[in-house]
Nanobody, 115 residues
Framework: VQLQASGGGLVQAGGSLRLSCAAS????????MAWYRRAPGKQRELVAS???????NYADSVKGRFTISRDIRKTAVYLEMNSLKPEDTAVYYC??????????WGQGTQVTVSS
């Protein structure tokens, strides 16, 4: 099973993008879905996560600007990004956390925010 991320691109500061990530098939034992990002020269960081109950968690740097949502039936996760800043520039990766099984990672989608 693979995760396919899409929706990245080039946007001006203050703009918006919506990232999507969908699985090619069913992913068993899913307990959470998340978005991570890695900016040039920096370590990968957790941007947002959502557990099966719907509870969400956000990095302080994106609170109030980003919204994570999911469709469990499709094993899809989305990230609505508003008021984008140049420091949001990074490769964004989707992730599925599974109970007692290895995580599944998407291939990454580039987000570039120009000032």
């Amino acid at each position: 099973v693979q995760l396919q991320a899409s929706g990245g691109g080039l946007v001006q500061a203050g703009g918006s993008l919506r990232l999507s990530c969908a699985a090619s098939g069913r992913i068993s034992n899913t307990v959470a879905m998340a978005w991570y990002r890695r900016a040039p020269g920096k370590q990968r960081e957790l941007v947002a996560s959502i557990i099966v109950s719907g509870t969400t968690n956000y990095a302080d740097s994106v609170k109030g600007r980003f919204t994570i949502s999911r469709d469990i039936r499709k094993t899809a996760v989305y990230l609505e990004m508003n008021s984008l800043k140049p420091e949001d520039t990074a490769v964004y990766y989707c992730n599925v956390v599974r109970q007692s099984l290895p995580d599944v990672w998407g291939q990454g989608t580039q987000v570039t925010v120009s000032s």
